[in-house]
């Protein structure tokens, strides 16, 4: 799994994950690439590894509080609908 964000630039990996497309507008962003400061593929699997899961717990995140905002926008059009 985390090979799949790897890459290589030169002796230096990187990590590198595309923004799911839903995504992108909130995250303002397509791609997310950082620098993993090492030339040993064995630590950059760690390296990898460790930001995949705080990138999947961030999405989770994220994903619940457009959802949140979502239904508090619902909320309000079925309030104001109420009201007319």
């Known amino acids: 799994m985390y090979q ?6 030169g002796n230096c990996y990187y990590f590198r994950w595309v923004v799911p497309v839903d ?8 791609e997310y690439v950082r620098t993993l ?3 040993c593929i064995f ?3 760690e390296r990898a590894f460790a930001l995949a899961i705080l990138i999947k717990q961030g999405l989770f995140v994220v994903t619940y509080l457009a959802s949140a ?3 508090l926008q619902i909320k309000e059009l079925v309030t104001y609908r109420d009201c007319i």
């Open 43 to 45: 630590t950059a699997k």
């Open 23 to 30: 995504l992108r507008p909130i995250l303002g962003r397509s």
């Open 4 to 9: 799949n964000y790897l890459k290589i630039r």
């Open 37 to 39: 400061r090492t030339s």
């Open 69 to 71: 905002a979502f239904k």
